[in-house]
């Protein structure tokens, strides 16, 4: 009888404890945008480092068709944008002539960097985005953080360099196994990841590190389906912790090794990565055709589909304390999102 009782109670002590806490299904829901002219888009997002985000397009561009030629267009005014605690700030962009847009925003290390057309670039001081002269005429990769700015950016003879900014003035870094940098970010002055993609008869996926005192190639396994892929995003977590995406798969790094990841089952390339407060990646898919694929998030070893809005895209993701942003469009508007 008292082993009865005993087992009794037990299976009662198991009950009443507490349930093991499951992860949330991810789910991104849209947030709402301060004014924009009509025929707005947002093209990145990025976190500010005090909890909220950056976000960079254009707004009132436009083009009025003729068959296949756009006889009347506008290219739009720029847009730069803060998301401070529940509203949207706005700063002047000093410097600014014209008409374009703002592709890319970067953030990291206190410092906030802006690139666009008309070969801008400029370097948020507090209080407004002041015009900094870049490496060359354009930077089609802009990056900051704890190992410093880089650009990278054609030269006068159409070749692209890494170049690094050095207090006033911007110095060429060269990277051994990759070609072509895509990005670069680093956990500590001395810790910093290159990624890109390394040419040849076919363009295959190169990463390299930085120890504090040089870059060294870092080697990849193999790829054998024999197509074109390169590294797009980087993020380190920890040192024995980094995430990287190329076009077609999910890459890992534990401390000693690179590991490929296959993508969800028929998604487009993939086109950004961050990583959440759990240590999941989150990847969302280069705009395709419809119907369009939503963000996935990879945990416990297998993908799941982010839940977003009927009628929503997102294409660009930053992970800030407590939640995942993106940004996309909402129908033919532009939109935020965050969960």
Not at 220 to 232: E, H, V
Request: charged share 15%.
């Amino acid at each position: 009888m008292k082993r009865v009782i005993a087992v009794v109670v037990t299976i009662a002590a198991l009950v009443a404890l507490p349930a093991p806490a499951l992860e949330a299904a991810p789910e991104l829901r849209t947030v709402s945008l301060p004014f924009l002219w009509p025929s707005a888009r947002l093209y990145d997002v990025t976190a500010d480092g005090a909890g909220g985000v950056w976000v960079s397009g254009v707004q009132g561009k436009y083009c009025l068709r003729w068959g296949d030629l756009c006889p009347v267009y506008r290219d739009g005014n720029p847009v730069v944008r803060r998301r401070v605690g529940s509203s949207w700030k706005e700063y002047p962009i000093n410097g600014w002539t014209g008409q374009g847009e703002i592709t890319r925003i970067v953030s990291g290390a206190g410092e906030t960097w802006i690139a666009g057309t008309n070969s801008y670039m400029a370097r948020f001081d507090g209080s407004a985005f002041q015009k900094v002269a870049g490496p060359t005429a354009s930077a089609s990769v802009l990056a900051t953080g704890p190992a410093g700015t880089f650009a990278n950016a054609w030269d006068s003879n159409f070749v692209e360099h890494l170049f690094k900014r050095t207090g006033d003035t911007w110095s060429v870094v060269k990277v051994p196994g990759v070609d072509d940098v895509l990005d670069l970010q680093a956990l500590t002055a001395t810790d910093a990841w290159a990624v890109g993609y390394r040419d040849g008869l076919q363009q295959v996926p190169a990463v390299a590190h930085f120890d504090g005192a040089a870059w060294k190639s870092v080697p990849l396994p193999a790829i054998t389906d024999g197509d074109n892929d390169w590294f797009r995003k980087v993020v380190p977590v920890a040192a024995d912790n980094v995430w990287g995406i190329t076009a077609k798969r999910l890459a890992h790094w534990n401390g000693s090794a690179w590991t490929w990841i296959a993508a969800p089952a028929g998604f487009p390339y993939l086109a950004d990565l961050t990583v959440d407060a759990s240590g999941s990646p989150w990847v969302a898919p280069e705009a395709s055709a419809p119907p369009e694929k939503p963000p996935y998030r990879y945990s416990g070893g297998k993908w799941e589909a982010v839940t977003i809005p009927a009628g929503t895209a997102v294409y660009n993701l930053a992970a800030v304390p407590g939640g995942v942003w993106g940004v996309g469009r909402q129908g033919e508007d532009p939109a935020a999102f965050n969960g």
